[in-house]
């Protein structure tokens, strides 16, 4: 027997397939969700500007960057969302917040380059367009009065320094002049006024130098002007959708596992393995239609369903085992259903059955099935009214097929364990196998006293109707007898007419001739069997007659009488009153 650590991927299959409209409802809100989402979202468009960034004299090689080359590109990136680039942009931009503009920034750095990408995002193309631009240029001129402002502060230390020397020059040329010129320290201040001309001269070739480098600053330049955006980034349609069958999906198989889990009916073949630790012998597919009150033609889709079944029980039953309870979960017609056509089948089989209808409970019982009487039947030999050879029927339309029918006192008298065990030894006895269709376990345990003397058990559990914990539970009470449990049969929740109570009197019905589908099929096309060799259906019964004082009473028809007026017309009228009732 399977168990739920045994389950493969076909089984998770079964449980999406069950639950296939929930997984698909699940997944459609998510996606109208995502398209929901996408169009209430804002647009959102982003222009994009390339600066190449270039070295200049303040820039300083820093160790462990992680971009190579004179200029941190990291810093660089950084100091494009300063405030100082901030509020230069805001002011081209005539914006009023830098810190929100700020917000729509975006800086990247391709790999192994100068280059900076500085993107832009705006509710319209044209804005994205503007903010890209402005940012791009306030960057540049920022980078640039950073870089002149070293070379200006070089400058004007070397003019300070310049009009000092100048002054030394100018007072040592005063100095010279009013010096003799055979005067002995003319010399040397000629000299020194030599050499203070020489610094000037070198003072003003580096401030020079300083203004050329000054007008030759170039901080970067931008290589790919900021375009206009022809769609927006956001909102993302694909991403969105994705994301939403992405996170739909997952919940919808979440919730079908749920619903799995928490369902109280038998719905599918796993239902019974799973969770009520039931091994399935077969299943009747919902495609198999119950047309009539009547079992499956022998080459129909329902009659080769059960042909199997009676393979698979036959191979079972060894050892001259021959009696097979048929027990159903919950009041209905399933036990006689499953009871009778998996009798029909052995018949049909050529073995010789005798099926037997204990199950008071049902809508739809045995003799109506077959076309016998349902009087007299079990309950009357139970009763010790009547022998169990007078019970026993004749097919109409399989003579190796006999039936018994409940009987007249079906709702007053129950089955003992005595009774059960000696019928069930003569109709053993008789036939190759007895197939009886017992009450529902979860209303009766008549069921557990009948299988206590049978030599398997079949559960009849129809779908969407009997609950798992009763299955669960008929199968753990039908375990705790010596009987072997050989499966259970699950019959779609549909049955069609054999779910309907017929209203009494049930007259014996009629099959009519025409064309049928192959679900329509009778159970056999051939005649009724005229000659009854075993002498097993009388043509008469004979029925006690109720004495209800001077009224007069007449024949009573067996085919007119229902359950309860045979009960009472034959166990509530005194012995020796008798009527011989002529079958309508």
């Known amino acids: 027997m399977r168990t739920p650590a045994a389950r ?11 639950s296939w409209w929930l997984v698909i409802g699940t997944v459609a809100v998510a996606l109208a969700a995502g398209f929901a989402y996408t169009a209430m979202s804002e647009q959102v468009f982003e222009s994009t500007a390339s600066v190449l960034v270039l070295p ?96 200006e502060n070089a400058i004007a230390a070397s003019a300070v320094g310049l009009e000092s020397v100048r002054g030394d020059i100018d007072a040592a040329e005063s100095e010279l002049s009013r010096m003799d010129p055979e005067a002995g320290g003319r010399a040397a201040l000629e000299s020194t006024l030599d050499g203070l001309r020489r610094q000037a001269g070198e003072i003003e070739a ?173 309950a009357d030999v139970w009763s010790g009214r009547v022998d169990l050879a007078e019970t026993t029927q004749a097919a109409p339309r399989q003579p190796s097929l006999s039936v018994i029918g409940p009987g007249a006192a079906a709702r007053a008298t129950g089955p003992t364990s005595e009774a059960a065990a000696e019928t069930f030894a003569k109709l053993a006895e008789a036939g190759r196998f007895v197939v009886v269709d017992a009450p529902p376990l979860s209303c009766s345990a008549d069921a557990q006293l009948l299988a206590g003397h049978a030599d398997a058990v079949i559960l009849a559990v129809q779908s969407r109707r009997d609950a798992i914990a009763e299955t669960a539970a008929a199968a753990v009470s039908m375990r705790q007898i010596d009987t072997p449990l050989l499966g259970a049969v699950l019959l779609p929740s549909a049955l069609g007419p054999m779910n309907v109570v017929p209203s009494p009197p049930t007259a014996r019905r009629e099959i009519t001739s025409g064309t049928v589908s192959a679900d329509e099929t ?63």
Request: hydrophobic share 45%.
């Open 8 to 18: 493969t991927l076909a089984d998770y299959g079964v449980i999406v397939r069950r």
């Open 56 to 151: 200049t004299a303040g820039d300083t090689a820093v160790t462990g960057a992680r971009t190579a080359g004179q200029v941190n590109l990291d810093t660089e990136a950084q100091l494009v969302k300063s405030t100082e680039v901030a509020e230069a942009a805001a002011e081209a931009l005539s914006a009023d917040f830098p810190a929100e503009l700020v917000s729509r920034v975006s800086v990247t750095v391709p790999p192994n380059t100068a280059v900076l990408e500085i993107g832009f995002q705006a509710n319209d193309p044209e804005s994205a367009r503007a903010g890209a631009v402005a940012f791009s240029e306030a960057y540049l001129a920022h980078r640039l009065a950073g870089a002149t402002a070293s070379l």
């Open 206 to 378: 580096e401030i020079a130098a300083l203004e050329a480098e000054k007008s030759a600053v170039s901080p970067g330049r931008v290589i790919n002007q900021a375009s206009v955006p022809q769609s927006p980034i956001s909102p993302n349609a694909m991403f969105n959708l994705a994301a939403a069958l992405g996170l739909g999906l997952p919940l919808g198989l979440m919730l079908a596992w749920a619903r799995h889990r928490l369902a109280r009916k038998v719905a599918y073949p796993t239902d019974l393995v799973e969770r009520c630790e039931l091994d399935v012998l077969t299943s009747v597919p919902p495609s198999v239609k119950f047309q009539r009150r009547e079992v499956f033609g022998a080459y129909s889709p329902g009659g080769r369903v059960f042909s199997q079944l009676r393979n698979i029980v036959a191979s079972q039953l060894t050892d001259g085992r021959r009696v097979i309870v048929v027990a159903g979960v919950a009041p209905g017609p399933a036990a006689s259903v499953v009871a009778a056509n998996l009798a029909t089948a052995m018949a049909r089989a050529g073995d010789r059955v005798t099926a037997v209808a204990a199950n008071p409970s049902t809508t739809v019982g045995l003799p109506e099935l077959f076309g016998t009487e349902p009087v007299p039947g079990l």
């Open 522 to 584: 009778p159970t056999d096309a051939l005649e009724a069997v005229e000659d009854d060799p075993a002498g097993m259906r009388a043509a008469t019964q004979v029925l006690p007659v109720v004495e209800t004082g001077p009224l007069e009473t007449g024949p009573i028809e067996a085919a007119s009488l229902d359950a309860a007026s045979l009960e009472t017309a034959a166990f509530k009228a005194p012995l020796g009153t008798t009527q011989t009732a002529e079958p309508r």
